[in-house]
């Protein structure tokens, strides 16, 4: 609900408010933002608002009228340069007369019912009746320029977002330096900023800053929202913890290069900013047009950690995803990269189909390698029709083979790439992302296409319209394996470059938008060297993206988990592949990589033809299992365990809609020697109602022991023999059995005390071995 004091504006959520003021000189002051206060009338608002009787020392005050206070010192909904805030602004233009000075205040506001989508970027939408909208007109007392800061009241998942909208109203071009999406500045000192940061194979890393004093900044510039630096940021008190506490989320919808900035000023308040990262940008505002910043996204939540995520959750689930995919359960696939790299022919990828099927798999995704004569990632990259000698019968004859087997067929592309040994380079050099004239930094052999140019952009759907038509597709990893250097599109004026790399992001979502409209069937994962390009704007139109290339089951524990603060981990591609894993070398079992893998969208990228038969076994297992669990790993709310954070151990759970079943994950990195003790709790059950806890039943391998096989057996097995291989064959070991009855509130306030885990003396089968990288699934099912 949106309502309006006199002055003062409340957006109220079910459970949070946000109240800001237009204060004397038309500025809006930021007042409160947090739990749901009760607010009837201006006497109880003004207690919000800060006191001002004099200017310290050297500051500037706004004008002559209203000399008791200087902008520097006030907590505002939209901060421009030149008059004396002298924080990080909101806004900066360069006028025709070349100052940089804006001075907005307030013109008109209107509240108005259901989400308006924005023109030129994707943005969350409603289906009617779950969002209300105020939009506030602020114009330049000074030059003929206004904003239009539109926000966003999704109340039943404690969500607000916010857009802004530049507008011209003059004769004069101006130049936007830099226009962001959000500001909340508050007069907390003592909130810990935290944001998710990572490279190659290790995104999505938690980090926590302190804040004391400067600036804390969280930025992109390699023209994707990067795994360096993911625009999704977090604000907490340091007592939060995952279930207790206030925390507070932040998101962008933005695919490209963005910035979440925190201060801390002279006088101790904070200031958030996020938007487009103004490094590098610089865009031509014509009279009569207007420029949009991306939609920022977020949310409140005085339970913990967990209370913020699933805030978030609900609203990429109901606001963001859309299409088909948005809600329905994601198949388990295999995918052909870590099992074949580029070594794919039709013979290969149908045998790995019929094993694939013969263990439960429902989708066969052929990933790089299967097109132009791109035999490794030297050549090609454009040139979107089969190679021949692999394929004999093209995509179309592959894909019929495949889905004559029972199962979907899935394909690979990169199509905002262009390899210079390619044809389509060939036929537009000028097509390509590159100073002209001059040498190109060089990245994956590749560069990428100007996506400024309404014409490559044209070129791009039809090709892949022919393809995923041709192909009877069912499923699409969209990559993206490069970054920008270089910056420049050749189809821009050279006084336009600063335009480029934001021109390149929403003709981008040009080519998706209609490709998705034109393929609602499709499932499509959003994929850059793994988790590049994660974020909400390409949620918008994929409904999955693989998170990262690091498929360590030890490493995922961490990826997913840093994911599952801000995305809903269905919307995250997590694969079981071969040991050695291929990112790391480390060996972790089986067991570990499902168990972890379980919590995304599952898939498998290993050789399956080269498994043995006890493998295929385990594996046709936990599909099965998965089937039937899928809803609730998916689909459920889910909850990360307090442990999280102690290094060592992990466990996080799901639970279903109706909260009738429950699964949890519990992992151990490093064993812990005499350490036998081992409790698991699951969240969000009903708390008075009785539940079946109970992990599956399991054999161990008696390999695991090594030589430790010698105190039982009668004769002396060498370790590693093939005597040990073959009575690893026939004597199979009861793995340990839990099964409880408990309440619900026994399982998230106390948590079941497990078997106690092996310590050198003694071992029976209720002991439980759990030795590195070990797990457990655990279920709970309502009785
Ligand atoms: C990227 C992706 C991988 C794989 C390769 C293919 O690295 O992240 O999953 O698709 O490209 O070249």
């Known amino acids: ?122 943005s969350s939408y409603d289906k009617g009746g779950e969002c209300s909208a105020l939009i506030i007109t602020l114009a330049d007392r000074q030059y003929d320029l206004a904003v239009e800061l539109s926000y966003y009241v999704f109340e039943k998942c404690d969500v607000i977002t916010r857009s802004a909208k530049l507008i011209n109203r003059g004769k004069d071009s101006a130049r936007i330096l830099r226009f962001m999406s959000m500001q909340i500045d508050t007069d907390r000192k003592d909130m810990i900023f935290t944001t998710f940061n990572g490279a190659w194979i290790r995104e999505m890393g938690r980090v926590d800053h302190e804040l004391k004093r400067g600036r804390i900044v969280n930025d992109s510039c390699v023209g994707a929202s990067s795994s360096t630096a993911n625009p999704f940021v977090m604000f907490s008190e340091k007592s939060t913890s995952e279930n207790s506490g206030r925390a507070y989320g932040f998101n962008l919808i933005y695919s490209g290069n963005h910035t979440e900035i925190a201060e801390v000023s002279e006088f101790g308040k904070l200031r958030f900013l996020s938007g487009i990262n103004p490094k590098g940008f610089e865009f031509c505002l014509e009279p009569g047009s207007e420029f949009e910043a991306p939609e920022a996204v977020f949310t409140f939540s005085d339970e913990g950690f967990n209370g913020m995520s699933y805030n978030m959750h609900r609203f990429v689930s109901d606001h963001i995803l859309r299409g088909e995919w948005a809600n329905m359960e994601r198949p388990v696939l295999l995918n052909s990269w870590e099992a074949a790299y580029f070594d794919i022919t039709e013979f290969k990828l149908l045998r790995m189909a019929r094993k694939a099927k013969s263990v439960g798999i429902e989708l066969l995704v052929m990933d790089d390698g299967w097109f132009g004569k791109r035999n490794d990632d030297r050549s090609s990259l454009g040139d979107w029709y089969p190679n021949k000698r692999k394929l004999p019968g093209g995509v179309k004859g592959l894909s019929k083979k495949i889905h004559d087997l029972g199962i979907g067929f899935g394909i690979w592309v990169e199509p905002e790439m262009i390899s210079e040994d390619s044809d389509l380079y060939r036929a537009h050099p000028d097509w390509a992302m590159k100073v002209p004239e001059k040498p190109h930094s060089p990245g994956r052999n590749q560069m990428i296409l100007d996506l400024a140019n309404p014409e490559v952009c044209t070129y791009l759907v039809n090709t892949l319209t022919d393809l995923f038509e041709i192909g009877n597709i069912d499923y699409v990893k969209w990559d993206m394996n490069r970054t920008m250097s270089d910056v420049y599109a050749p189809s821009l004026a050279p006084s336009r470059q600063g335009e480029a790399a934001h021109r390149y992001i929403m003709g981008l979502y040009g080519i998706l938008d209609k490709l998705t409209k034109k393929f609602p069937d499709i499932l499509f994962e959003g994929c850059a060297s793994g988790g590049n390009r994660s974020d909400l704007g390409m949620l918008c139109y994929f409904s999955q993206m693989w998170g990262s290339d690091d498929t360590d089951a030890s490493e995922r524990v961490a990826i997913q988990t840093g994911y599952s603060y801000g995305y809903p981990l269905r919307t995250v591609g997590a694969h079981v592949s071969s040991v050695p894993n291929h990112q790391t070398l480390r060996v972790t079992p089986l067991e570990t990589r499902f168990d972890v893998a379980a919590f995304g969208a599952l898939g498998y990228e290993c050789n399956l033809c080269d498994l043995d038969t006890g493998t295929l076994e385990a594996i046709r297992e936990q599909i099965s299992l998965y089937k039937k669990w899928r809803s609730v790993f998916q689909m459920g709310r889910f909850y990360r365990g307090e442990n999280i954070y102690d290094g060592n151990t992990a466990s996080f759970n799901a639970v279903s809609a109706d909260r009738s079943r429950g699964v949890a994950l519990y992992y151990r990195k490093l064993s812990v020697p005499n350490d036998q003790s081992g409790t698991i709790k699951m969240h969000g059950l009903e708390k008075d109602a009785l539940y079946r806890f109970y992990n599956r039943p399991f054999k161990l391998d008696v390999r695991m022991f090594g030589d430790l096989i010698n105190m039982i057996a009668p004769v002396h097995v060498k370790n590693g023999s093939a005597v040990h291989d073959l009575v690893s064959k026939f004597v199979k070991l009861d793995g340990e059995q839990e099964d409880y009855t408990v309440y619900g509130d026994v399982l998230s306030e106390a948590g079941v005390h497990l078997l106690p885990a092996f310590s050198s003396t003694g071992f029976n089968s209720r002991t439980r071995v759990f030795p590195d990288f070990s797990s457990r699934l655990y279920f709970a099912e309502k009785k």
């Open 1 to 122: 609900m949106i309502r309006q004091i006199d002055n003062a504006f409340i957006l109220e959520t079910d459970n949070t408010a946000y109240v800001f003021t237009v204060i004397d000189i038309g500025y809006l002051e930021h007042l409160y933002y947090g739990r749901k206060i009760r607010l009837e009338d201006s006497k109880t608002i003004e207690a919000l608002i800060e006191k001002h009787e004099f200017v310290p020392g050297n500051n500037n005050v706004y004008n002559e009228e209203n000399s008791s206070f200087t902008l520097n010192d006030i907590r505002l909904e939209f901060s421009a340069n030149g008059k004396s805030d002298n924080r990080e602004p909101f806004i900066e233009v360069v006028h025709a007369d070349g100052s940089r000075t804006s001075d907005f205040v307030f013109e008109s506001a209107k509240i108005v019912n259901g989400k308006i989508p924005l023109s030129t970027l994707p």
